[in-house]
């Protein structure tokens, strides 16, 4: 099968508006017949959700922090495979990496030698746009920065400002954007909300390809890609919780990482899915449950109320099938979860402890862990945490010590009472 070329889309910072551009020129391209790969760099799980709806196919997390370089390779090729563009959006600002320095969508966009298009948010600057490009441009030996998009031009005199700047760094301008309120995506707590909350979302992707067709030069945007660089062997993936494993998932359960579950596969375990939110259980002959990560705290009344699906993880406990939740699934396993409004909700009641999100306060970073529990994995793993509640328990064994990007060692991580185990992290690859 055919190898898609690929391309990086970064910008200087956050918020310059990268995602919305990246689902426009998805959808853009695919209007024109091009099958485009999508992909997110870093450990985000909702913005490849938006990607995959916007390109009809399903996108991959690149984590330059978390995952071996060799496992980055073989992903990208995958991804890659019978497409004909694969495109990377990238994350934060394209040098911004974890607290060591290590990550960055630059870091991603060297190691699979990738041009960069880089998207910079027009407001209140002109001239300046020409030393800003050429700064990101010659920072960093082996990164090419093939194009630029300019986002939320003012007039078409603001676009002919920058265009006449531009042109002094000899880096092309591929498209002008203009301002315009409608083609923006509501966030929560997490980020953005999941595409199937946003009302007419069809209708806004719509509007993105339109815009990314009127003033962005697909034609030579594609003619920037490059071939992907040779892989080596992918090393081998984590193994299975078991042979037989039941994943929940659903908008409470929302976040899982495909390379894990495509790992899973390949090692012969078979999956099966059911949703807590419909009250459904889990196969009754799973040898493991896994509850990812999501939005529990926004369904606590009905997964309170969810009978079967409680049943069904007290059966599988009593079986001594192993079950395991992260982040949001670990607040599922704990007795009670207090909502924002202060109102408690009783959940599975099979780990001792409580959570609240009424106290919100954000903790955020990359994770080293080392595994104190009967998960099937290595005992040092890597991975990222990211959420607004906390977590009141009994004195259990903790699943993993950690320590975060720096090294520094962190308070103990999530809870183990025999073969029910979470945390707060979500598990990436291995160390």
């Known amino acids: ?10 910008a200087p910072r956050s918020g310059s508006g990268k995602t919305v551009i990246t689902l426009g020129l998805l959808a853009a391209l695919r209007r024109r017949g091009v099958v ?12 490849p959700t938006f990607l995959g709806r916007a390109a009809l196919r ?11 370089p060799k496992r980055l390779k073989a992903l990208a090729e995958m991804q890659a495979t019978g497409a004909d563009l694969l495109l990377v959006e990238g994350v934060m600002g394209l040098f911004d990496g974890a607290a060591d320095g290590f990550g960055s969508t630059a870091d991603l966009a060297t190691l699979l030698e990738l041009p960069v298009v880089l998207v910079i948010d027009a407001t209140s600057q002109s001239q300046s746009v020409a030393p800003l490009v050429a700064g990101f441009a010659n920072f960093r030996v082996g990164l090419r920065l093939g194009g630029v998009i300019f986002n939320r031009v003012a007039s078409m005199k603001h676009e002919r400002m920058l265009v006449d700047a531009l042109a002094v760094t000899g880096i092309p301008c591929l498209g002008a954007i203009p301002r ?23 209708s806004f992707l719509d509007a993105a390809a339109e815009t990314m067709g009127d003033f962005v030069d697909l034609t030579r945007l594609q003619a920037l890609a490059a071939p992907l660089p040779a892989t080596d062997a992918d090393p081998a993936p984590l193994p299975p919780l078991g042979q037989r494993t039941a994943i929940a998932r659903d908008d409470a359960f929302a976040f899982l990482y495909p390379h894990l579950l495509d790992g899973w596969r390949a090692m012969g375990a078979e999956l ?16 493991a449950v896994f509850l990812p990560g999501g939005y529990p705290e926004l369904h606590g009344e009905r997964l309170a109320a969810a009978g079967r699906f409680k049943a069904g993880l007290t059966d599988a406990k009593n079986r ?8 949001g699934g670990f607040m599922v396993l704990g007795d009670a979860l207090v909502d924002k409004t202060g109102q408690s909700h009783a959940m599975t009641g099979l780990l001792p402890v409580t959570t609240r999100i009424d106290r919100p306060k954000r903790i955020l970073g990359y994770r080293k862990l080392t595994q104190s529990g009967d998960l099937p994995w290595p005992g040092h793993l890597n991975g990222h945490e990211f959420h607004y509640s906390s977590a009141k328990q ?14 520094e060692a962190m308070p103990p991580m999530g809870a183990v009472l025999g073969r029910v185990m979470g945390s707060y992290a979500h598990v990436i690859d291995a160390a």
């Open 36 to 47: 485009v790969a999508p992909a997110k760099t870093g450990p985000d799980y909702i913005d």
């Open 320 to 327: 001594d099938a192993l079950i395991y939740g992260e982040c």
């Open 58 to 68: 399903d996108a991959v997390n690149l984590d330059p922090w978390s995952m071996q």
């Open 394 to 407: 009994s004195r259990l064994p903790p699943l993993f010590a950690a320590t975060d990007a720096l090294g």
């Open 272 to 287: 099966s899915f059911f949703s807590p939110l419909a009250d459904e259980g889990p196969s009754p002959d799973c040898t």
């Open 1 to 10: 099968m055919s190898l898609a070329k690929g391309l990086v889309i970064a």
């Open 180 to 202: 315009n309120p409608a083609l923006a995506l509501p966030e929560r707590h997490l980020g953005l909300v999941l595409p199937g909350e946003v009302a007419a979302f069809d």
